[in-house]
């Protein structure tokens, strides 16, 4: 079992530019989700998906933030244009069916926006 | 969601067992009870989880009191890799949304 897997590990940009991140699921698991960790706020949910379809996306912060799951190994967190408030560090998470199951995190993506 | 409340910081000599104490005052009795923890420049990391038993697992155990309102993690041998902040999470079965606390910043000393 290789774990949630994202990249990339760190991504430096200038604001203004389009930032894509990437995650893999543990194969099987049926929920995603992407969090968002800073200083200020600790740990926020952005979205979650089961089976590749968006359920909640209440946390998402702007328009400026998209996510897509085009299949059940794969999810993107797109931020266009990126401000240097977007700065963070992103993690992915994925859990099996059951409502009582673990989330299993992968290391992030630490964003800087300069 | 229930709030938890945990102390900001604490130390352990290693080898020791490490009691990790939260408040959950207000929960509810649909809500359990999650521990996760974060080492430094990594994802949270699953410990353990219940409902109002105690229950235990290969890396620490989970002591929650009769009436729910507190709970305790507890490592039993603690080593220097369990440095880290612990997060104390209550969490309705039906809903995803974890409300993450500040958590407990556990040092392990030699």
């Known amino acids: 079992d290789a774990g949630v897997i994202q990249s990339p590990r760190h991504e430096v940009t200038e604001m203004g530019q389009e930032v894509t991140l990437r995650c893999k699921p543990i194969?099987?698991?049926?929920?995603l989700f992407w969090y968002r960790q800073t200083m200020m706020r600790g740990l926020e949910l952005l979205i979650y998906?089961?089976?590749?379809?968006?359920?909640?996306d209440s946390g998402m912060p702007e328009d400026r933030f998209s996510a897509k799951m085009p299949n059940a190994s794969f999810s993107t967190l797109k931020i266009q244009p990126s401000e240097p408030r977007d700065s963070a560090v992103y993690f992915c998470?994925?859990?099996?069916?059951?409502?009582?199951?673990?989330?299993?995190f992968g290391n992030g993506t630490r964003l800087t926006v300069t | 969601d229930a709030k938890t409340t945990q102390p900001p910081s604490m130390d352990c000599a290693e080898g020791r067992a490490a009691n990790l104490p939260c408040n959950h005052s207000?929960?509810?009795?649909?809500?359990?009870v999650y521990w996760y923890r974060q080492i430094h420049s990594q994802g949270p990391q699953y410990i353990i989880h219940?409902?109002?038993?105690?229950e235990t697992n290969e890396m620490a155990s989970l002591i929650i009191t009769e009436d729910r309102k507190s709970s305790t993690l507890i490592l039993p041998h603690a080593t220097l890799r369990d440095t880290a902040v612990y997060y104390c999470?209550?969490?309705?079965?039906?809903?995803?949304?974890?409300?993450w606390g500040a958590g407990t910043k556990l040092i392990i000393k030699p």
């Open positions: 998906f089961n089976n590749n379809v968006p359920i909640d």
């Open positions: 207000t929960i509810s009795g649909n809500e359990y």
């Open positions: 998470a994925s859990s099996d069916r059951g409502q009582n199951s673990p989330l299993h």
């Open positions: 999470i209550v969490r309705v079965v039906s809903n995803y949304q974890l409300i």
């Open positions: 194969s099987g698991h049926d929920y």
């Open positions: 219940g409902l109002k038993n105690n």
